[in-house]
Nanobody, 125 residues
Framework: VQLQASGGGLVQAGGSLRLSCTGSGRLFNGYKMGWFRRAQGKEREFVAA????????FVAGSMKGRFTISRDNAKNTVYLQMNTLRPEDTAIYYCAAETNSGSYFRTAPYEWTYWGQGTQVTVSS
């Protein structure tokens, strides 16, 4: 599957952004989908993941309550709604897909198979 992320930009602290990631190629609903981010000088970190049917989600602790992941399989798209943004949320955000059939979500970047190109999110203070 090929992934294309969009929706990044510059926003003031406290603001919101919605990222989108559209997939093409093989059946989109065959993949668990996730978002990761990489801040300058830091390792890529897990943000959120969603099951194939969208019924189960998992958001990393520091972002829980502020970020929401969702998907629309009819549109081959996964979303990341980010609210109450903070300067420390500044990073390049990547969407990813993987085919693990287990009920758990993998959080290590190396465990995810397909990656989008990333979209920059900058939060000013």
């Amino acid at each position: 599957v090929q992934l294309q992320a969009s929706g990044g930009g510059l926003v003031q602290a406290g603001g919101s952004l919605r990222l989108s990631c559209t997939g093409s190629g093989r059946l989109f609903n065959g993949y668990k989908m996730g978002w990761f981010r990489r801040a300058q000088g830091k390792e890529r970190e897990f943000v959120a993941a969603i099951s194939r049917d969208g019924g189960t989600t998992f958001v990393a602790g520091s972002m829980k309550g502020r970020f929401t992941i969702s998907r629309d399989n009819a549109k081959n798209t996964v979303y990341l709604q980010m609210n109450t943004l903070r300067p420390e949320d500044t990073a390049i955000y990547y969407c990813a897909a993987e085919t693990n059939s287990g009920s758990y979500f993998r959080t290590a970047p190396y465990e995810w198979t397909y990656w989008g190109q990333g979209t920059q999110v900058t939060v000013s203070s």
